[in-house]
């Protein structure tokens, strides 16, 4: 197998250990520039970025051309049309996670930072409090809808027009969004998942060099006061809304 063509573009869907993922691929790689972040993908209708801090703000691309120019390797939570509209000759993968397991790892993630003053967030904080409610409110909660609906469908196909950015996707589009996110997912140079247990060197053969993955930001016990018993979290409106959240993307994971 020939060596892989520059830019690289890595589609990091959250929770699914792209951290680690970016940091053994950069390890491996070896690129001139890298480049991570955040374009709007997840962040729904919220629109107050000038509440957020200079620091917190270098890492979020409102537009595809401000991400640079000359970076070779591009991974963060980028829409797949993020990348490809300012790199569009770049080799782009994504790692899938059983979407279920991705968003209860979400939910108990934002609620492990529950105690932690925040301010370089602004007024995107208030979000992130959705977190510290019961396990159903926070997965109904519509102004989070990008960060927890069937994300991954998201990031491959944003912004469609089926794909509402402050509220839940319809159940009537199930079957057009499922075979336009399936056709961009056979489009893209590598797609695997994250519980292959022969991830690292399926990838180690694509990349035609050694790999081995790492174990980097894992989440942190969640505080004291902030834990509950998953067992009384799992009620019936709960069990019907991770569904919901989860359909879509469950689809192009299995």
Not at 4 to 19: D, E, N, R, S, Y
Not at 82 to 107: F, G, K
Not at 214 to 243: F, I, N
Request: charged share 25%.
């Amino acid at each position: 197998m020939q060596d892989i063509q520059f830019p690289l573009g890595f589609v990091h869907i959250p929770k699914t250990a792209g951290t680690s993922l970016t940091t053994s691929l950069i390890e491996a790689l070896q690129p001139r520039r890298a480049v991570g972040g955040f374009d709007r993908s997840l962040f729904g209708d919220f629109d107050d970025f000038g509440s957020l801090t200079e620091a917190a703000m270098r890492y979020v691309y409102l537009e595809p051309v401000k991400l640079p120019a000359d970076a070779d390797f591009v991974a963060g939570h980028f829409s797949l049309s993020t990348i490809r509209a300012r790199y569009p000759s770049a080799t782009v993968l994504t790692i899938l996670r059983e979407p279920r397991s991705r968003l209860l790892s979400h939910w108990v993630f934002w609620r492990s930072e529950a105690e932690m003053s925040q301010p370089e967030l602004g007024s995107w904080g208030e979000y992130l409090k959705a977190s510290h409610r019961r396990f159903a409110d926070f997965l109904t909660e519509r102004k989070i809808a990008g960060q927890i609906d069937n994300v991954a469908t998201r990031l491959l196909l944003g912004p469609h027009p089926l794909i509402p950015t402050s509220d839940f996707i319809k159940y009537h589009d199930d079957a057009a969004l499922i075979a336009d996110a399936q056709a961009e997912l056979a489009s893209l140079s590598f797609v695997n998942v994250i519980e292959n247990p022969r991830l690292s060197d399926e990838l180690a053969r694509w990349l035609n060099r050694p790999f081995q993955l790492a174990r980097v930001k894992e989440t942190k016990p969640v505080p004291r006061r902030c834990q509950l018993s998953l067992e009384h979290e799992l009620t019936p409106a709960a069990l019907d809304a991770w569904e919901a959240r989860s359909r879509l993307d469950w689809t192009l994971w299995s």
